[in-house]
Nanobody, 124 residues
Framework: QVQLAESGGGLVQAGGSLRLSCAAS????????MGWFRQAPGKEREFVLG????????YYADSVKGRFTISRDNAKNMVYLQMNSLKPEDTAVYYC?????????????????WGQGTQVTVSS
């Protein structure tokens, strides 16, 4: 079956960095665009950034542009989220997701598969 597994979350101080990883299995990874979403307590799930099937296009939310970077390695079935200059407002559960659609999307309902999420907590 299809599985997406996030890792790399944890507790960091404001201004610090984290690198999240998402390992995919059970699917033809290169056929899917990939996205990162996050959800804070009491808030709706929001799009963070996405990457096209070959990694040639990326799409960032305004709140993270210049601080976060998405990348993928299709040979390893991996997608990454590098987070720098972290702020307390970035605290959330972060999810990776896979989308078979040919175009990048920022709506959660478009994505076909989801990981279990990993907690990122940024202290003041």
């Amino acid at each position: 079956q299809v599985q997406l597994a996030e890792s790399g979350g944890g507790l960091v101080q404001a201004g610090g960095s984290l690198r999240l990883s998402c390992a995919a299995s059970g699917l033809t990874f290169s056929s899917y665009s990939m996205g990162w979403f996050r959800q804070a307590p009491g808030k709706e799930r929001e799009f963070v950034l996405g990457i096209s099937r070959r990694g040639g296009r990326t799409y960032y939310a305004d709140s993270v542009k210049g601080r976060f970077t998405i990348s993928r390695d299709n040979a390893k079935n991996m997608v990454y989220l590098q987070m720098n200059s972290l702020k307390p407002e970035d605290t959330a559960v972060y999810y990776c997701a896979a989308d078979l659609s040919p175009s990048l999307a920022d709506r959660p309902g478009v994505y076909d598969y989801w990981g279990q999420g990993t907690q990122v907590t940024v202290s003041s």
